[in-house]
């Protein structure tokens, strides 16, 4: 199963967040099994923000590219294509809300996106980020879909 970034042109795969051509980036790859966006991350020493806990805007910015693919995903669902088919689907963040319910430790996490609200132009996804079964964060993000951005 390819992850949806594997679908990104090249030009569109320079994200700090998920793009496979930035190599500074944080290499998010979301997997999409139909009906909820999968994707995990082991954070490196430089990513703390506290002494053993990740920092709080890298969290962020793994919500923020994992619902974006979880969204461009489902958009192609609903459109009855697989990813990558012309013409691409692109979405870019409008809002991010994230709540941090407790902090996440420095180790593998897994972040679980599900749509709550899809539109043509427009999709809600919920997110949460676990530590093992722990829930660390959660968070609602709307994404918009736009032309050219991918």
């Not at 998010?28 to 806990?53: K, L």
Request: aromatic fraction near 8%.
């Amino acid at each position: 199963m390819k992850a949806m970034q594997d679908y990104f042109p090249d030009e569109g795969a320079v994200c700090f967040g998920c793009g496979r051509l930035n190599e500074h980036g944080l290499h998010v790859r979301t997997y999409w099994d139909g009906s909820e966006g999968v994707a995990q991350f082991t954070p490196q020493p430089y990513h703390h923000g506290w002494p053993g806990v990740l920092y709080g805007g890298i969290t962020a910015s793994l919500i923020d590219c994992h619902c974006m693919s979880t969204a461009m995903a489902a958009l192609y669902q609903a459109e009855g294509r697989d990813p990558g088919t012309e013409p691409s689907i692109a979405c870019v963040t409008a809002s991010l809300s994230v709540s941090y319910l407790k902090p996440t430790p420095m180790g593998l996490v897994t972040l679980r996106a599900r749509i709550k609200e899809l539109g043509a132009r427009k999709a809600i996804v919920t997110c949460s980020v676990y530590a093992g079964e722990a829930e660390c964060s959660r968070a609602e993000v709307v994404a918009v879909r736009v032309a050219g951005a991918g």
